[in-house]
C-alpha cells in the first residue's frame, strides 16, 4: 500500500495513486500522503525524537527550520513526548518509542496512516494509550487508520471497518 512492492494483478488506488501503474519515480510523492506505523517502530536508535522528526521533515520538503520546530512542537505535544523530545530513542520505553512512530507517522498530516501492529509490543494499559492517540490523532486530523493486527480485542476497541486476509483473498468480516 506504501509502494514497498508492486502489485502484480487485481487493482488498488491508495490517495489518488493507481498502485498497478506505479511508476517508481512517483513512490516518494506516494508516502508524502501516507503516514505508516511500522510493528518494529525503524525509529534511528541513536538520535533524539527531534532528530528522527526532523529527517523526516527534511525528507518531504519542509526545510524552514522554524516551521519544522513548529510541527514538531506540536507533534510532540500531541503524542505527550513533549518532555523526551531530546533524549535518545534508545533511552525511551517501548510505549514512548511508539508514541514517537505515532508522531512521525502524522507529521505531514497524512490521508491514511497505515499501521502494522501498533500494539503488538506493548502491555495492555499502554496498548490502550496508544489506541485512544490514534483514533483521536485520527479525528483531529481527518485521516482514516488502516490498521493490521491479529489481536481480536485491538478489533473490539478501535471500531470500524474489518477485513480478514486469508487464502490470498481479501474479504470484509461483518
Known sequence: LYGELTLKEGEAEVAGFNLRSLDWRKVPYLRRTLGVVFQDFQLFPQWTVDENLRFVLDATGTE???????????????????????????????????????????????????????????DPETAESILQLMRKLAVEYQTAILMATHNAQVIERFPGRVYRVANGRVEEVD
Open 64 to 122: 524552514d527550520r522554524a516551521e519544522q520546530d513548529r510541527i514538531i512542537s506540536e507533534v510532540c505535544s500531541d503524542v505527550q513526548l513533549t518532555d523526551q523530545i531530546n533524549r535518545p530513542v534508545h533511552q525511551l520505553s517501548g510505549g514512548e518509542q511508539q508514541r514517537a512512530v505515532i508522531g512521525r507517522a502524522v507529521l505531514n498530516k497524512p490521508q491514511i496512516i497505515l499501521a502494522d501492529e501498533p500494539t503488538g509490543h506493548l
